[in-house]
Every structure is written in structure tokens, then in C-alpha cells.
């Protein structure tokens, strides 16, 4: 209880609100979501956001359901639906912009501004946002990858020597996978 109110104390210091008081506002979320630091989930339409099951949230995601730019010339804000489908990871720093449905089983990559809709099992990266690829395609090349480190390789627990393990195996190769357990 009070590590709760701890939380949400700490969330309102920094400008945002929980994904609980989001709920209790009308947000839908399912089963799965893993909201990272920092993201911003519209607190005044929360109401218009739907999340499905499995949906991961990377740091610094935006999500607007009201655009206000016509306030200056028209006195209205402009308000729309936001919703993500099932299996869905949006890349840090991306901005989902009102109006817009993400579809199942896709990957928005990091940096982008979702400003129409994305199909499911796409992957989708940009200013704005277009699909480059259908998901099978992207975890066929994720498969293609040898390397793999396991969760003793991440921080804080990683060792000087795994580091330097690390960084060995990527000055020769492009990338390698981090395992996790489930």
C-alpha cells in the first residue's frame, strides 16, 4: 500500500500519471502491458486508448488522443481513438498520434511518428510512419543471428570481463541477441 502510494506520488512529481489512474479514467489495457520510463499516455482522453494483450511500450512513447494545433485559428482540439492491437513493442521516442489503430503482432520502430494506421503483422518505422517489412520477414532475419548472450550480460550484474566479451563479439559482427528468461 504504501509502496503504491509511493508510486503514484512519484509519477505525479514527474508529470505523469499511473497506468492504473489511467484505467480508472476509461483507458482499456490488457492483459501483458509493460510500460517503460517516461511514457506519456494521454491523461485528459484517456478514455479514447485502447491497449491490447502483450503490448510493450519502450521509453519515452507518446500517446495522444486529442491534437490541439487548430486551437489558435479555430478554438478546437482535435480529438480521436488510439488503438494497439495484441502483441505489439512501439520503439522509444515514438510518437502515436490521435485517430491512429495499430494492428496485431507488430513492431513500430524506434523514433517514428504514427500518424496513420499501421496493419497487423507489419513492421513499421519513420517520420511519418510506413510499413517496411511484414513481421515473419523482420523475425527471419532476427533468426539469422548466431550470438547469444544471456541475462548475466545485462546491467547491473554484468561483469568487466562479459562487458569485454561483448564488445569483442560486436566490433566483428553487427548485432547479437540478448536472451531472456520468460
Not at 491497449?51 to 491534437?67: K, M, Q, S, Y
Amino acid at each position: 500500500m504504501i509502496k503504491s502510494l509511493l508510486r503514484n506520488i512519484l509519477f505525479h512529481l514527474r508529470g505523469y500519471e499511473t497506468t492504473e489512474e489511467l484505467i480508472k479514467r476509461g483507458m482499456t489495457v490488457g492483459s501483458g502491458f509493460k510500460r517503460m520510463a517516461h511514457v506519456m499516455i494521454d491523461p485528459g482522453h484517456s478514455w479514447l486508448i485502447t491497449i491490447g494483450n502483450n503490448v510493450t511500450l519502450a521509453p519515452r512513447v507518446h500517446l495522444l488522443a486529442h491534437d490541439a494545433s487548430p486551437q489558435a485559428w479555430r478554438k478546437v482540439t482535435r480529438i480521436g481513438r488510439v488503438v494497439i492491437g495484441n502483441n505489439v513493442f512501439v520503439g522509444a521516442d515514438t510518437v502515436v498520434l490521435p485517430g491512429v489503430s495499430i494492428g496485431d503482432n507488430v513492431v513500430v520502430g524506434a523514433g517514428s511518428v504514427v500518424s496513420r494506421d499501421i496493419p497487423s503483422n507489419s513492421l513499421a518505422a519513420g517520420c511519418p510512419a510506413r510499413v517496411i517489412s511484414n513481421i515473419d520477414t523482420y523475425l527471419s532475419k532476427v533468426d539469422t543471428i548466431n550470438m547469444k548472450f544471456d541475462e548475466s550480460y545485462l546491467f547491473p550484474n554484468i561483469t568487466s570481463y562479459k562487458k569485454a566479451e561483448m564488445n569483442a563479439y560486436l566490433e566483428k559482427h553487427k548485432y547479437a541477441l540478448l536472451v531472456r528468461k520468460r
